[in-house]
């Protein structure tokens, strides 16, 4: 891993057990572990670069902890993001009353992020349709409300995952590109405001 | 059978002049002092300047400064008096069976039977009148070795090794009364024995610690597990947090806030049942020719950062080498916790982890930063530095990157990778007859040196009775009320010497045909042994930035 400059700043947010660190793993290396939960200690930090439209942009993703314990921490994670995918399960209505409670606090403390809501675990659903707890137009009602963009993901099959985070670096570009007009490419403007998003010492 | 290995047991005064033999022996450069011993710090494996650990003398270090529980009582060394047991007794009984399984009346039903079939036949008799799995399930639960529970002090769950809180509920209330009433008599309860089950109790504010065991342990050993327990959940939370919640709430169910962290808890029961370097709180190290050492404990040296605390390197458990901040002392027991901590989840083996830990033995009241990453999965390495500024994530992570390139530039990394490759030495490379393991503990340095468990110890089961053995005789030896500096244990499957010094502790593990003098003779060959590898089997400098 080589001295890697971040673009943009991606954070998981969500409820313990949802599905945020398979949707890294499925992301990131294209797999999906069998296996018994494992919950994340802290966070876990990854970086991809993708190509958008020729040019390279790359995500940093802070995969956090879902559990309560890390919550008084979650701001030195989410802090300066520019994406945060909140992540709930479709199977489990109280992991989206959780969404909401992130939503909130993005809003309140992180106003620049843009906010993508996540369901998981859509392959349980497809398989048995009584299974969805979280109706989808409900979502999509709260989604316009907060100007989110909604998607159903699967880590399992892969189902929107790639989407989703192509969504993300697009949405980055297009976003950055619409501010930074007179400088050159590459340069983050948003450095005051974000320092942790830059791995060269300048300091 | 404990009282078997009792009459073998013995205080060997055969054994003293050994002493002095070893300290003759002119091979020995470093330890010029004569006899009648090896003074501390010039033990083999001892740091040659300073020490990298504070300074740790095994479980004496945990039980020594156990917080008396209720400041206004002198605790009289914790021996209950018996009037006060007998008052308790039947409170205990009901516990005790219930937990047991062994119910009076089974004993009564099968009197000829010995006690560890009786339990199983308990077992299956008590759940046939119900007959339904769910009570089946509450048996397996029953049958468990070592049930460790903690609670908060007004009783609440915190964690039980093998969950099941249905069954806890009504325990946790009988063990809340038993440390209750005798706390109302201004004692403290250590603990309970009975047939061969020992109930031991850690009080430690805000949380009491419980295990129900029938091993061979020593009460002693026990609550050292139960403080490392405690340590465990301070280190998640820290002690600051912990007095704070519970000071605000007396009835505060710290289970949602530990929710997730079972198991690393149970991680740390299951390696301190099968791990020595717990028992004997030490850290393992991994041997490694000294040059090669010192080029990758120089390439995290140079790797260094205004917030940075420890650069640590383990590779399966065991210690590469650590690097810390000038005047700064890591524990072993903070270090144990650390291990614990990367390898009990997967969740850090891919990527760079950034995670709040507490060291409660360096400083209970707040959250260091720890960046986890594997270097390597085959063979093992993993680096873990530990900083204090939350916000210095990417300061660790090129920090990271710059180990790991001067590590592949300076070529230290194949050799490094090479020496990773198996963590232990083989016993027979000493070429002592008869040896088959030991167990050497340098106590100035805190650090542990074991050969790998071969055959007949290759097999789990074979471990974990050495290991159970090793326990034993720790115990033994460290027992407060007739503590034995040497034993000489003859069992039917092998012949075990402990030795404990003012300067090391040291268990020989010899086959059982060999005689009493043979073993002495084979330690003083293990010892100067030890003394001329003692640089490759130890960390002998104690590196900072």
Known sequence: MSGQRVDCKVVMLGKESVGKTSLVERYVHHRFLQGPYQNTIGAAFVAKSMNVGGRIVTLGIWDTAGSERYEAMSRIYYRGAKAAIVCYDLTDLSSFERVKFWVNELQNFEEHCRIYICGTKIDLIENDKSRRQVDFHDVQDYADEIKAHLCETSSKTGHSVDELFQKVAEDFVNYSDFQVQTEPKGVDLTQKRDLSSYSCCHH | MASDVHENVERHPGLTPLSSTLCADPDNQRSESPAPALTQGNEPGAAQDEAMFVHAQSYEDLTGEVEVPLPQSPGPEGNVEISSMEQISEDFSKLSTQLSVSSVQSIEQNPEEDTEMGHEDAASSSSSPEGDGGSRVLDDWYQHQKHV?????????????????????????????????????????????????????????PLVLVSVSHTQQSEQEISQQLLYVYYQIVSLVTGAQLHHLFQQRPSYDLRQLLSGSE??????????????????????????????????????????????????????????????????????????????????????????????????????????????????????????????????????????????????????????????????YDV??????????????????????????????????????????????????????????????????????????????????????????????????????????????????????
């Open chain 2, 149 to 205: 529970f903690v609670l908060s002090e007004a009783g609440k769950p915190v964690y039980s090794r093998y969950r099941s809180e249905e069954a806890l509920s009504s325990t946790a209330g009988v063990m809340m009364a038993l440390v209750s009433f005798l706390e109302s008599e201004k004692n403290a309860i250590r603990s309970i024995h009975a047939e061969a089950y020992k109930v031991v109790f850690v009080r430690r504010s």
């Open chain 2, 263 to 424: 198991r690393i808890t149970d991680k740390l029961l299951d390696s301190m049942d099968v791990d020595p370097s717990f028992l004997l709180g030490a850290v393992c190290c991994h041997p490694m020719i000294a040059n090669l050492r010192d080029a990758t404990t120089y390439c995290l040296q140079q790797a260094k950062a205004k917030s940075l605390v420890f650069s640590i390197l383990m590779s399966n458990n065991h210690l590469v080498t650590l690097v810390r901040k000038k005047d700064q002392y890591l524990h072993p027991i903070d270090l144990h916790l650390l291990f614990n901590l990367v390898t009990s989840s997967s969740s850090f083996r891919e990527g760079e982890a950034w995670t709040p830990v507490c060291l409660p033995k360096f400083n209970p009241s707040g959250f260091f930063h720890a960046h986890i990453s594997y270097l390597s999965h085959k063979p093992e390495l993993c680096l873990l530095m530990v900083s204090t500024d939350r916000e210095d994530f990417f300061t660790a992570s090129d920090c990271k990157r710059k180990i790991v390139e001067r590590l592949e530039k300076k070529g230290t990394w194949t050799s490094l990778k090479e020496a990773l490759r198996n963590p232990f």
């Open chain 2, 428 to 545: 027979t490379q000493i070429g002592i007859p008869e040896l088959r393991h030991f167990l050497y503990k340098s106590k100035s340095s805190g650090l542990l040196t074991s050969p790998a468990m071969v055959a007949p110890y290759d097999t789990d089961r074979e471990k974990r009775r050495l290991v159970e053995l090793y326990q034993y005789l720790h115990g033994r030896a460290h027992c407060s009320a007739r503590p034995l500096t040497t034993i000489y244990h003859m069992g039917a499957h092998e012949n075990i010497l402990a030795w404990v010094t003012e300067a090391f502790e040291l268990y020989v593990c010899f086959s059982p045909l060999g005689t009493k003098s043979s073993a002495v003779n084979g330690v003083s060959r293990l010892l100067r042994w030890i003394r001329k590898e003692e640089d490759r089997l130890f960390i002998l400098s104690s590196p900072t930035y």
